[in-house]
């Protein structure tokens, strides 16, 4: 068994013990409190403070403040965008108060996934990301991004945000600009080329470089190519963030792939993201184990290597990339239906897709998102085999697919892991619209079903997981810790009705028990309701 997480009467008398502590230390909080007598150990105070209005007070709540440390009893005092004063402020005037009555407070929420590049100039107001608890989002994930990094944050910018907004440059958007979807390495110009691109971007306040190695047309990177270019962000403090080349036995193989991640990180001397950990699908079930035990490793070498998760046992992509072998996606769409013309190469294509489904569970397994059915049904309902049936619907122009190819053995076995993080590789969308429910349900989810009815982890981890793990990770110096002179990214949340709503067949319902969220010290939610308040920043790395 995997050294990270022992065996399981080891966990449960760890987490017995740690509650028991927690436990202790609430019942005396609650002794000095009754007795008058405030902490002012752990509520630090900013200097020279004393007398000053605040814009807001938060009031009456248990402070779980980011790091991990047990939560207690405290107020916070905002002015600006920052916070100024945590303690007791029962006696401090404030332009606004607001009683939170024992509810948690703690540092917004850092989403260190998602995929709204574009989508954040549709809608601004971030609507289903900041109902979650989300202060800050980070895209240009899975290798893919604006290219023009600097005219596109401006123009995020100019626009008005409600919700601080981070890009990643991605190593795919690059090598198309640069290289096309040819499959082969570049020539030393081309890779000169895509360093100056990955250059500039990280200068214009990029956090660092993504891949997306599974997708073309980066999986046609070696290993060598990727070494180089992340070498480049690391020379800005960047990050390399990494939809790996195989979450299964696709092409290398799930641990192959992890070790892929560790080499990059260890000859490129940078922090390593692996994105969206999972085990997925039959050939790699319960293997969690064999990967965070990799991790274990290369972290005991010296290897910075970290992973986010979604709470969700089934995936979201493509239906191009979940089914189509990669070598038959070079050319796109296009030249995949001029190969099918060839009857050699059809049938070989065709085998590889009757594979990748079979891999994924089967056809009864993808639920195809533009057609609102199961592969199977369709498959059924158009009296044709799956394989054809994907094929048609990518001759129409594609969709997604939900694809439920993971187990909760493997998803509660990362979530324990002190290296992981929680991501949602969702995106901001608007009310009605399909899709994944992690887009509007995935923070909560992970509060109302692995804290507080599975007991997979504490109140205090979760949020650690959701805010200065992710703030660590990428270098945010003023965020993900609720203390004096930190930015006044706050959520506040019910610890006793805290849940996702939103399901596979109503993706898009909103979460509860998350009443009040601030960005950068003004309230985007208040009582659950959206103020239409763009308080949000472009976030930019600086060297």
Known sequence: MNKLNGNSQTNTGTRSTVNNIYTLASSLVSTLLAAGLFLFAVSPVLAGDAGKTYDIVIENGKIIDGTGNPWYYGDIGIIGDKIIRVGCLKESPALRRIDVNQMFVSPGFIDIHTHSDNVILRIPTADNSVRQGLTTIVAGNCGGSSVAVADFLKEVSDTGISINYITLIGHNSVRRQVMGSENRAPTSNELSEMKNIIEKSMQDGAFGLSTGLYYTPGFYAE?????????????????????????????????????????????????????????????????????????????????????????????????????????????????????????????????????????????????????????????????????????????????????????????????????????????????????????????????????????????????RKMTSAPATQLGLLDRGIIRPGMMADIVVFDPETVSDMATYQEPSLDPKGIPYVLVNGRIVIDNENHTGVKSGKVLKKNK
């Open 223 to 463: 290993t060598s190519e990727i070494i180089a270019l992340a070498r480049v962000a690391a020379e800005y403090g960047g990050i390399y963030v990494s939809h790996i080349r195989d979450e299964s036995d696709y092409n290398i193989g799930l641990l192959a792939a992890i070790e892929e991640a560790v080499t990059v990180g260890e000859q490129a001397n940078i922090r390593v993201q692996v994105s969206h950990l999972k085990c997925l699908g039959k050939p790699v079930w319960h293997k969690s184990d064999e990967v965070l035990k990799l991790m274990d490793d290369a972290r005991n070498r010296g290897v910075n290597i970290m992973f986010d998760q979604y709470p969700y046992t089934a995936s979201s992509t493509g239906l191009w990339g979940a089914v189509v072998p990669a070598w038959a996606q070079e050319g796109g769409t296009k030249m995949f239906l001029e190969r099918l013309e060839d009857s050699g190469v059809k049938e070989r294509v065709r085998r590889e897709m009757r594979d990748n489904i079979d891999r994924r569970g089967g056809a009864h397994t993808l639920l195809v998102i533009n057609e609102n059915a199961y592969l199977s049904e369709l498959s059924e309902n158009w009296n044709m085999d799956p394989v054809d049936a994907a094929i048609a619907i990518q001759k129409n122009g594609g969709s997604s697919v939900i694809s439920f190819n993971m187990t909760d053995y493997d998803l509660e076995n990362f979530l324990r892991s002190p290296f992981g993080m929680v991501g949602s590789d969702g995106n901001i969308s608007s009310p009605g619209s399909g899709g994944h429910p992690r887009s509007f349900g995935a923070f909560p989810r992970v509060l109302g079903v692995y804290v507080r009815e599975k007991n997979i982890l504490s109140w205090e981890e979760a949020v």
